[in-house]
């Protein structure tokens, strides 16, 4: 259950941020290919690292309601 969650708000971070990218290159067309590709590169692991920061708070939130009942 929490795997899920946590995925449904990592998985929205990776299509915005593209997105992002592309209006922002039509607007300034002196984007380099260099600039794209870093910009890439550093989004997966923004994705990664927030999917993991939301599974491991979900779980100990999980953790505390059980505990709790």
């Not at 990776?14 to 607007?27: A, D, K, L, Q, Y």
């Not at 491991?56 to 709790?68: N, V």
Request: glycine residues 6%; charged residues 15%.
């Amino acid at each position: 259950m929490a795997n899920y969650k946590a995925m449904s708000f990592s998985a929205v971070i990776f299509p915005i941020g593209w997105s992002v990218m592309e209006v922002f290159g039509r607007f300034a067309p002196s984007l380099s290919l260099e600039v794209y590709r870093n910009f890439m590169t550093m989004l997966l692991p923004i994705t990664i690292i927030v999917y993991g920061i939301s599974l491991f708070l979900l779980r100990k939130g999980l953790k505390e309601t059980k505990a709790m009942k």
